[in-house]
């Protein structure tokens, strides 16, 4: 069944469970958290959907010195040619503090992917008929699992130390990332949708893979392929893609 959502395109993809910081204020979208704030907490989602990167659309600015610097920055999607990604993540709010402008500060997690059936443009703030999309569940222990799980886990490890090393060599910074990979296929799956520096419509065909499974495997190839890129080239691709500051919209 179709459910309606308020959308908020910007020129990245949100995956479930990633953290996402964002700046309001524009006054359509200060007006959209203003009702979502006054819903229950686990009702105030909204849809984030990426434009794609033929898309010459612009950045809107509020006011001088309103212009976003990083690659989260919200589109003005409203003319017809707009052309969004077909597959989305809700956002939930989770905090929100108002300041005496009137502007949000927002901190939301991704929730449940979507895919994108009608756009509403009549109004300043897009609306879309969406059909949420099911998440299977992918038992660990089955051994084709287990595998894609050990591929993956490895395949992201050696492409962040690639990476890594690249960015420690343009940073002069040699402290190691000792973070550690969850085993989980799901949430590997989506972390590794997150952190791979490609472009959009390569994350968006991870994002839109049926099961964490066909993630995993799918992620796998793309990571060794850009591991070898980079290996090969001695370049980072993207180093503005990696900026994690809080999205202006």
């Known amino acids: 069944m179709d459910q309606s959502l308020p959308l908020f395109p910007l020129t990245t993809a949100l995956v479930p469970g990633l953290v996402l910081p964002l700046h309001i204020f524009e006054p359509r979208y ?85 895919r994108l059936e ?41 492409y962040r130390s690639i990476l890594g090393g690249r960015l420690n060599e343009a940073n002069d910074d040699n402290d190691a990332d000792d973070d550690q990979v969850p085993a989980d296929p799901a949430v590997l799956s989506y972390l590794i949708t997150a952190a791979l520096v490609v472009d959009g419509s390569t994350r968006q065909e991870l994002l839109a893979a049926p099961d964490a499974l066909s993630r995993l495997r799918l992620g796998t190839r793309v990571l060794s392929s850009e591991s070898a890129l980079i290996s090969a080239f001695g370049a980072i691709p993207a180093l503005d893609l990696l900026n994690t500051t809080p999205s202006e919209n």
Request: avoid cysteine; charge should be negative; glycine fraction near 6%.
């Open 30 to 114: 200060r007006m959209m958290v203003q009702e979502l704030l006054g819903k229950p907490e686990d009702e105030r989602e909204f849809g984030i959907v990426a434009l794609r990167e033929s898309h010459t659309l612009t950045p809107k600015q509020s006011s001088p010195g309103d212009v976003p610097d990083d690659d989260a920055s919200p589109i003005d999607p409203s003319a017809e040619d707009a052309e969004l990604y077909p597959v989305g993540v809700s956002a939930v709010i989770r905090q929100a503090e108002r300041g005496d402008d009137g502007r949000y500060d927002i901190v939301t997690i991704g929730s449940r992917r979507f």
């Open 118 to 158: 009608h756009v509403d443009r009549t109004a300043p703030l897009l609306r879309a008929s969406v059909t949420f999309l099911p998440e299977p569940e992918v038992d660990s222990e089955d051994p084709r699992v287990a595998s894609a799980v050990q591929s993956a886990m490895h395949a992201f490890d050696t």
